[in-house]
T-cell receptor
Framework: GEDVEQSLFLSVREGDSSVINCTYT??????LYWYKQEPGAGLQLLTY?????DMKQDQRLTVLLNKKDKHLSLRIADTQTGDSAIYFC????????FGSGTRLLVRP | DGGITQSPKYLFRKEGQNVTLSCEQN?????MYWYRQDPGQGLRLIYY???????QKGDIAEGYSVSREKKESFPLTVTSAQKNPTAFYLC?????????????FGAGSRLTVL
């Protein structure tokens, strides 16, 4: 079955770039997703990438997909304190499988 | 505005009691889901429903029950058979966007067993 792994914690300074990494096991995932969760709230979709793409850019967000290594990353440019949250990657062929989430802390 | 409403936001339960968490959506989505979130863990799927009057077990369905009598509503009952029910519960619904299954989440319900 699908397994999705992420590092648990990342700390960056305000204005720096953040890179959150994710590895997955099931190469048949059709889409891969990034969700953001703020404290005590539900998840909100940030972006997603189709499995035949290598990169997708959306304003400050850049998603990179390395299918050979089954590695997905989310880069946040010019990280702000409002970006502090938990970030989940998820893969799906028939149903979504979530990673355990990476807590991003942005220091002033 | 369209969205998903979960209630209550906080719920306390004594051991041995059943509780029902409400989930209502006005997005006209066909599919709805219940996830459980524990600290330091990802989301685990409890039940999902792709159409009215039909639902399937997810990965951790034991001790839970659901119904889907209306498209807008997908309530979750946490029964006394659930051994460790204290958790954050998230409801979601989905639509297909250019082939991607995009989930919209509610704000969550935090259940604490005393």
């Amino acid at each position: 079955g699908e397994d999705v792994e992420q590092s648990l914690f990342l700390s960056v300074r305000e204005g720096d770039s953040s890179v959150i990494n994710c590895t997955y096991t099931d190469s048949s995932s059709t889409y891969l997703y990034w969700y953001k969760q703020e404290p005590g709230a539900g998840l909100q979709l940030l972006t997603y990438i189709f499995s035949n793409m290598d990169m997708k850019q959306d304003q400050r967000l850049t998603v990179l997909l390395n299918k050979k290594d089954k590695h997905l990353s989310l880069r946040i440019a010019d990280t702000q304190t409002g970006d502090s949250a938990i970030y989940f990657c998820a893969g799906a062929k028939y149903k979504l499988i979530f990673g355990s989430g990476t807590r991003l802390l942005v220091r002033p | 505005d369209g969205g998903i409403t979960q209630s209550p936001k906080y719920l306390f339960r004594k051991e041995g009691q059943n509780v029902t968490l409400s989930c209502e959506q006005n997005l006209n989505h066909d599919a709805m889901y219940w996830y459980r979130q524990d600290p330091g863990q990802g989301l685990r799927l409890i039940y999902y429903s792709q159409i009215v009057n039909d639902f399937q077990k997810g990965d951790i369905a034991e001790g839970y029950s659901v119904s889907r009598e209306k498209k807008e509503s997908f309530p979750l009952t946490v029964t006394s058979a659930q051994k460790n029910p204290t958790a954050f519960y998230l409801c979601a619904s989905s639509s297909e966007v250019t082939g991607a299954n995009v989930l919209t989440f509610g704000a969550g319900s935090r259940l604490t067993v005393l």
